[in-house]
């Protein structure tokens, strides 16, 4: 089984090969709704409150958890999150105050227990640095593991969508798939009356960059990808001046959706739930690449080292390895490099 943590509307589900057993796991009821709708299995529940030890049967592991407080690049709050994170992924466990940053590490919590087969990731690019440290702790498990920024444009995606990927596989060695040609938004919209799109950015920047407003819209012409779509709509603008939103099917399909996905809630509800979906033709890609590894995985060199431990802390730690279903030795590695990266 496919397990999709935040599933959302179902970008990732949408993705799979037809038929393949899922299940998607999300807290809004709307984005839910909509996912049931496209066909999905979900069931509406907060991640966290999960014992991953009650998903025995999942080979893959998908995720794109929600944007965090260290989305806002470069401010202090932001990188103080930032730092945190990266300190709990390591193995050191200090308590993570915001929820949202807690949800990025939430991830590993379930890949440390599944131990899936193969495991594909998505996010804001300021969470590369995030990755490379999940990337560090899946090779001391035995994964091969890719991580990088992909443009959604290079995959199939009628827009500029710059994303942090991690694709890993404990089968073989993962590549992170080629990008291909720009997808431009006439692939999708075949209209010729000489409309261009004008981006919507709302006007907060962080630091005293300079805002959307202050640097003007970004006009896109049809020959090119769309302007990143959050949930603010960019407007059409016609020759004559008339400034047109974009219909919510029109942001879905901008989105890589087909035009009649069945978006559930009001029309907010609608466009923020796009904003925040994986375009299905990029999932589809990193799950390609995470499902067809193309050789065998370098293992680290391995050193055998003799330990003597008293007979009850063997034991102890036998228990322990059991109930988390590892081995001693690795549940003795683990401790080490926990205690090593402090
Ligand atoms: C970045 S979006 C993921 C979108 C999804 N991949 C898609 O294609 O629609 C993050 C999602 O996580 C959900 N979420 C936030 N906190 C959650 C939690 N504690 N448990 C489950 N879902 C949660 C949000 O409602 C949102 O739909």
């Known amino acids: 089984m496919i397990l999709d943590l935040f599933s959302g509307v179902g970008g990732w589900l949408c993705a799979l090969p037809p038929a393949s057993p899922h299940l998607g796991i999300e807290l809004d009821q709307q984005a839910a ?29 998908v995720a794109s958890p929600p944007c965090t407080t260290f989305s806002i690049a470069g401010s202090g709050a932001g990188r103080m999150a930032l730092e945190q994170v990266l300190s709990a992924v390591r193995g050191n466990t200090p308590a993570l105050d915001k929820q949202s940053t807690r949800l990025t590490v939430e991830p590993l919590r379930w890949i440390r227990t599944i131990r899936p087969e193969w495991i594909a990731l998505e996010q804001v690019p300021t969470v590369l640095p995030v990755w490379k440290a999940y990337a560090e702790r899946l090779r001391g498990w035995g994964y091969s593991v890719e991580t ?24 073989g060695a993962v590549r992170l798939p080629e990008p291909g ?33 202050e640097r003007g819209r970004t006009i896109r012409g049809l020959s090119q990808p769309s302007v990143t779509v959050t949930r603010r709509s960019p407007h059409w603008q016609f020759e004559n001046g008339t400034l047109i939103p974009f219909t919510v ?8 959706f087909p035009p ?24 589809q ?10 050789g065998r995985i370098p293992r680290p060199p391995e050193t055998r080292v ?37």
Request: hydrophobic fraction near 40%.
């Open 181 to 213: 040609p720009t997808t431009p938004m006439s692939s999708v919209f075949p209209y010729s009356d000489g409309r261009t799109q004008r981006s919507n950015y709302s006007g907060s920047a962080p630091d005293g960059a300079r805002t959307a407003q």
């Open 260 to 283: 009649d996905y069945p978006w559930s809630g009001g029309a907010n509800a609608q466009r923020l739930q796009i904003g925040n979906a994986i375009p299905p033709p990029l999932a």
């Open 148 to 171: 990088s920024v992909l443009d959604a444009s290079a995959h199939g995606v009628p827009q500029s969508r710059r994303r942090a990927v991690l694709v890993a596989s404990r089968l």
């Open 33 to 61: 709704e909509t996912s049931k709708a496209a066909g999905h299995n979900v069931i509406e529940a907060d991640v966290t409150g999960l014992d991953p030890a009650d998903f025995p049967d999942v080979t893959g592991l």
């Open 249 to 256: 099917e029109e942001c879905g399909v901008l989105q890589g």
């Open 285 to 294: 890609a990193l799950i390609t690449a995470a499902t067809s590894p193309i």
């Open 306 to 342: 003799g330990i003597e431990l008293p007979k009850p802390l063997v034991k102890k730690l036998r228990i322990a390895a059991a109930h988390q279903g590892l081995s001693a030795s690795a549940l003795a590695a683990e401790i080490i490099e926990k205690a090593v990266a402090r």
